[in-house]
């Protein structure tokens, strides 16, 4: 008896809990009546079953792990962004780590430089404070080369004897024991016919353009002078030198030549005017008090380029303008 009791008391309060359910809507406009409670509640919870939040990981501390967006959704790089960046990233480190970025020395391509300040900040190896230069013009150059040298070789073989020597490891002053202090370098082409240097310039439009107008830079000629000391002092007979200018785009025609005499003073020149410069370095204290080096002449030629240009210079030494300008910045306000 206790038992159907217990039974029909449930099934009444199933039965009422079914009414509220289907006419919860049709109950008085106060939202606090039961039967607005009642219903609202059996509801939302319906909802629930059926519409389930996301579930969101927690670590051990039950703390939400947020999840950063990666540097590719926050910068909108698409996959061909990537790729290229991938190919220059590339690019850049074999720069940097080939054996000529990583040379310290000074060669030929730079000793001959105009620019005395320039020289004297190399003398104290001074720190690089202009490392934006793009290498890609240098690779292109480099990889020319290359392809030069195996040109000359496969015209030795199709004339059956070696009229050219390519890339040839010359050394253009010998100064001291153990090679310390010599002008290492490396020979672009020496023509046993016709007893000449030549050396390949792989040049831009605006290179070009500004060597067919004023012809080749000193340093250029300079730097081919002492190739041809190199050859010489090898002995082989030396009679002319040559700068090759050949387009980095255009045809062969535009490839331009410039032949000089060979002449060993400008070797001899170069070599006493850097002799010089080591003493003048010591006698200033450049290396000590690097502001002195200011005192040393500057002369413009492809300062963009120099490793130690600045255009606001930090006043340190190290860092240099260009030709008349101060390297030490004026005091605020002056």
């Known amino acids: 008896m206790t038992a159907l009791r217990i039974l029909a008391a449930t099934l009444a309060a199933l039965i009422a809990t079914i009414a509220l359910a289907a006419n919860w809507h049709r109950a008085p406009a106060d939202p606090h009546h039961p039967l607005k409670r009642v219903g609202r509640h059996l509801l939302h919870r319906r ?8 579930r969101v990981v927690r670590n051990h501390r039950r703390n939400p792990i947020v999840t950063a967006p990666s540097i590719q959704e926050h910068l909108h790089l698409t996959e061909a962004d990537l790729i290229a960046e991938q190919v220059a990233e590339i690019i850049r480190y074999e720069n940097r780590n080939h054996p000529r970025s990583l040379q310290k020395e000074l060669g ?4 001959g430089h105009p620019c005395s300040r320039k020289l004297v900040l190399h003398i104290i190896d001074a720190p690089e404070c202009n490392p934006g230069i793009d290498p890609l013009p240098s690779e292109i150059g480099i990889a020319y080369h290359a392809r030069m040298e195996r040109h000359l070789l496969a015209t030795n073989m199709r004339l059956g004897r070696e009229r050219y020597i390519a890339e040839q490891r010359v050394t253009t ?4 024991e153990n090679g310390a202090g010599d002008l290492v370098g490396s020979a672009d082409c020496y023509d046993i016919d016709e007893q000449r240097v030549l050396d390949w310039k792989i040049l831009g439009n605006t290179s070009m353009d500004a060597m067919r107008l004023h012809g080749p830079k000193v340093s250029y000629q300079r730097q081919v002078q002492l190739y041809g000391r190199a050859y010489e002092l090898l002995g082989y007979p030396v009679k002319s030198v040559a700068i090759v200018a ?5 045809t062969t025609h535009g490839i331009k030549a410039y032949p000089y005499a060979y002449d060993p003073t400008v070797a001899d020149e170069v070599q006493a005017r850097w002799h010089q410069l080591i003493v003048l370095a010591d006698v200033l204290g450049v290396e000590k008090n690097p502001q002195m080096v200011a005192a040393v002449e500057a002369t413009a ?6 490793p130690f240009f600045s255009r606001k210079p930090d006043g340190s030494g190290y860092q240099c303008p260009g030709p008349g300008k101060p390297m030490i910045p004026a005091p605020t306000g002056a």
Request: charged share 30%.
């Open 108 to 111: 030929p391509s730079e000793i």
């Open 301 to 306: 030629e492809t300062c963009e380029f120099c």
């Open 246 to 250: 050949i387009p980095k785009s255009g």
């Open 173 to 176: 002053w010998y100064a001291g």
């Open 47 to 54: 909802q629930r079953r059926h519409h389930r939040r996301p």
